[in-house]
């Protein structure tokens, strides 16, 4: 039996792979989901009990499953069913797989194949579940926007939320993005009818590659975004690409390359985010070093730590370093508009909503 899951439980399992080393997600030939083979259909008839118990079916959450037309849509407890009939890209679902043949994972089943959405396809499901609630008022367009902008960074990057606790759980670094906001913006480029496919646009032209932690993935909007959106608007960036260097340049420094989180070449200056992690074993050493870098390359650095941006206020304060840099070129200006901002409750407004949504721990 063949069993195709949603947007929803193909996010976990994406998640869950930096988690749980046993299971793999590998490209298949499947274009279109199958209607389920069985009725009536019940938890214990679809014959994946490792892959329930591990998803938590139905204790904490329910299965969620994709028919591919409204007459196959299964009503059974603890399934949730949508339909896609027919999903974009070349590869629109994932086959998931054990990692090693030879012991295979209690997730993956023996007598069935479970397919897994693509990340792309899961952008786009998810942007159509979040414009719903977007029309129904449940959210504003900025925080419609700004969640599904999350999600790209996520995906696009290096990290991965907690597959069961995404808003509050631990989060795993140092994995390899799934997505690049090219392919992206490329996947959901041909014209379609699907509802959410312009906010799941917005959204990837927002985002970045290979942001490094949600502290990082929170920055950038914050610093850069339009005052639309909650950020400050401050000044053009380029995101996690080495600096180019001359030779010269490039022999003068400790570093073979060297990529800031956040570069502003019309200011000469970078911004670096500096978690937790930066204060463990050598870091601080590699961090000084990078820093010697940067001002040898006559790169000015601001580096925001987790104090920096913990409230609305500490980051406004952190912030304007940056405008100081700015005005010294450009003029006096940036800190007027930015006291104007302050002083707009729509804008503190839509601050606040950027901060829930990148940073929801701190409700």
Same mark, same amino acid.
């Given at each position: 039996?063949?069993?195709?899951?949603?947007?929803?439980?193909?996010?976990?399992?994406?998640?869950?792979?930096?988690?749980?080393?046993?299971?793999?997600? %590998?490209?298949?030939?499947?274009?279109?989901?199958?209607?389920?083979?069985?009725?009536? %259909?019940?938890?214990?008839?679809?014959?994946?009990?490792?892959?329930? @118990?591990?998803?938590?079916?139905? =204790?904490?959450?329910?299965?969620?499953?994709?028919?591919?037309?409204?007459?196959?849509?299964?009503?059974?407890?603890?399934?949730?069913?949508?339909?896609?009939?027919?999903?974009?890209?070349?590869?629109?679902?994932?086959?998931?797989?054990? /990692?090693?043949?030879?012991?295979?994972? @209690?997730?993956?089943?023996?007598?069935?194949?479970?397919?897994?959405?693509?990340?792309?396809?899961?952008?786009?499901?998810?942007?159509?579940? %979040?414009?719903?609630?977007?029309?129904?008022?449940?959210y504003t367009s900025q925080q419609a926007i700004l969640l599904m902008t999350k999600l790209c960074l996520e995906l696009c990057g290096t990290y991965r939320h907690d597959p069961f606790e995404p808003l509050t759980g631990s989060v795993t670094y140092g994995l390899p993005? %799934?997505?690049?906001?090219?392919?992206?913006?490329?996947?959901?480029?041909?014209?379609?009818?699907?509802?959410?496919?312009?906010?799941?646009?917005?959204?990837?032209?927002?985002?970045?590659?290979?942001?490094?932690?949600p502290q990082e993935s929170f920055l950038g909007p914050a610093l850069f975004y339009s005052n639309s959106l909650g950020g400050l608007e401050l000044c053009s960036? /380029?995101?996690?690409?080495?600096?180019?260097?001359?030779?010269? =340049?490039?022999?003068?420094?400790?570093?073979?390359?060297?990529?800031?989180?956040f570069s502003l070449p019309d200011y000469d200056s970078v911004v670096e985010y500096l978690g937790s992690v930066h204060n463990e074993g050598k870091n601080p050493e590699i961090d000084h070093v990078r820093s010697l870098d940067y001002s040898t390359l006559g790169k000015r650095e601001f580096g925001f730590w987790y104090d920096d941006v913990k409230t609305q206020n500490a980051f406004i304060t952190s912030a304007m370093r940056i405008v100081a840099v700015i005005e010294q070129k450009d003029g006096a200006g940036v800190k007027r508009r930015i006291a104007r901002l302050l002083r707009n409750p729509s804008f503190i407004k839509k601050q606040a909503d950027l901060f829930a949504v990148f940073r929801p721990w701190l409700r």
């Amino acid at each position: 039996m063949d069993i195709y899951l949603d947007d929803i439980t193909s996010l976990l399992l994406t998640r869950a792979i930096a988690l749980n080393q046993s299971i793999q997600l %590998v490209r298949s030939d499947a274009q279109t989901p199958t209607a389920l083979c069985i009725r009536p %259909v019940t938890l214990n008839r679809l014959q994946v009990p490792g892959l329930l @118990s591990f998803l938590r079916v139905p =204790e904490d959450r329910r299965i969620g499953i994709v028919v591919p037309c409204a007459r196959d849509r299964v009503r059974s407890q603890g399934i949730r069913c949508s339909v896609a009939s027919h999903p974009r890209g070349d590869t629109p679902f994932l086959l998931l797989d054990s /990692v090693d043949k030879d012991h295979p994972s @209690s997730i993956v089943p023996c007598d069935s194949r479970v397919y897994v959405q693509s990340p792309a396809n899961i952008v786009l499901a998810m942007a159509q579940r %979040v414009r719903r609630h977007e029309i129904t008022g449940t959210y504003t367009s900025q925080q419609a926007i700004l969640l599904m902008t999350k999600l790209c960074l996520e995906l696009c990057g290096t990290y991965r939320h907690d597959p069961f606790e995404p808003l509050t759980g631990s989060v795993t670094y140092g994995l390899p993005p %799934v997505l690049t906001t090219q392919s992206l913006l490329d996947f959901l480029q041909p014209h379609g009818t699907e509802q959410g496919l312009t906010l799941a646009r917005t959204a990837a032209s927002l985002a970045y590659d290979l942001s490094g932690s949600p502290q990082e993935s929170f920055l950038g909007p914050a610093l850069f975004y339009s005052n639309s959106l909650g950020g400050l608007e401050l000044c053009s960036f /380029v995101a996690n690409k080495p600096l180019d260097l001359s030779p010269t =340049e490039r022999a003068s420094i400790g570093h073979r390359t060297i990529t800031p989180d956040f570069s502003l070449p019309d200011y000469d200056s970078v911004v670096e985010y500096l978690g937790s992690v930066h204060n463990e074993g050598k870091n601080p050493e590699i961090d000084h070093v990078r820093s010697l870098d940067y001002s040898t390359l006559g790169k000015r650095e601001f580096g925001f730590w987790y104090d920096d941006v913990k409230t609305q206020n500490a980051f406004i304060t952190s912030a304007m370093r940056i405008v100081a840099v700015i005005e010294q070129k450009d003029g006096a200006g940036v800190k007027r508009r930015i006291a104007r901002l302050l002083r707009n409750p729509s804008f503190i407004k839509k601050q606040a909503d950027l901060f829930a949504v990148f940073r929801p721990w701190l409700r």
